[in-house]
């Protein structure tokens, strides 16, 4: 089974900086840290309200990574306009509020498929991997292949705070998703919520190409390194495959 990618989320470097204001920590300095110690890929999610990762912190990035940069985005002008100024390696759309502590599930294709369409158009238009955020749903997973996305990220989110049978039923929704998701021709990434327990069956799932990781290996890495606990995640998933 080939080896999955690691997606590195550093939002929450961003985080902690803006809670005092200043420079520090500097997501960038996560960023390459993350880059050395092996990570295939660097996510980042400009929000509306910019509570988190800012404008410079996108166009640091663009400019200071050698690894792939997935801009995280949700589908309003203003973002695009953002991503075809920096041009990152790939754009994930995802659902938005300005509310949520994060993101909260996926974003639907289905209902906003008109709004959608030119937008992921004008991406893939400017030579950027277009991606939706989107749940393990048959249905979302067509509309997205409809409109002309290449690539998936189903959310993990709701399987990683289940307990039990429900979770198991959540696991094999995953599954079904990600093989469906595959057989039609699309790239399947996931993520959201996982952590050392829980990514081991997520990991396991054969048509999954790449898992995006942020909140959780940040949170580690105030205890034993950004290094460390990214060879930890490293080692659960290789394990798992």
């Known amino acids: 089974m080939k080896k999955l990618r690691l997606g590195i989320n550093i939002d929450h470097v961003a985080t902690v900086r803006n809670a005092r204001g200043g420079d520090n920590p500097d997501p960038m300095r996560a960023a390459l840290l993350a880059q050395e110690a092996g990570a295939d890929g660097i996510t980042a999610h400009l929000r509306e309200d910019r509570r988190h990762i800012s404008d410079d912190d996108i ?5 200071g990574l050698k690894i ?5 985005m949700a589908a309003t002008p203003e973002m695009l306009a953002i991503a075809l100024k920096h041009k990152p390696h790939a754009a994930c759309v995802v ?3 300005r509310e949520e502590r994060t993101t909260e599930g ?5 209902s ?3 709004r959608l369409k030119p937008i992921v158009t004008q991406l893939k238009a400017a030579g950027i991997r277009v991606s939706m955020f989107i749940e393990p749903d048959r249905k979302q997973i067509d509309a997205a292949r409809e409109l002309g996305a290449p690539v998936v990220e189903l959310h993990t989110g709701a399987y990683a705070n289940a307990q039990g049978e429900h ?3 959540l696991l094999k929704h995953i599954r079904n998703g990600a093989e469906f998701g595959a057989d039609i021709g699309l790239e399947i990434h996931a993520g959201h919520g996982l952590t050392y327990e829980n990514v081991g069956a997520i990991a396991a799932i054969p048509h999954l190409v790449e898992l995006n990781i942020g909140h959780f290996l940040i949170g ?3 205890f034993v390194g950004l290094t460390n606990a990214m060879a930890r995640m490293r080692e659960c998933m290789d394990r798992a495959r």
């Not at 792939?68 to 995280?72: I, K, R």
């Not at 996926?106 to 289905?110: Q, S």
């Open 59 to 63: 166009a640091r990035l663009s400019q």
């Open 68 to 72: 792939p940069l997935n801009l995280e």
């Open 95 to 97: 659902p938005e509020k």
């Open 106 to 110: 996926g974003i639907d294709i289905i």
């Open 112 to 114: 906003h498929f008109d």
């Open 167 to 169: 979770r198991e039923k």
């Open 220 to 222: 580690e890495a105030m």
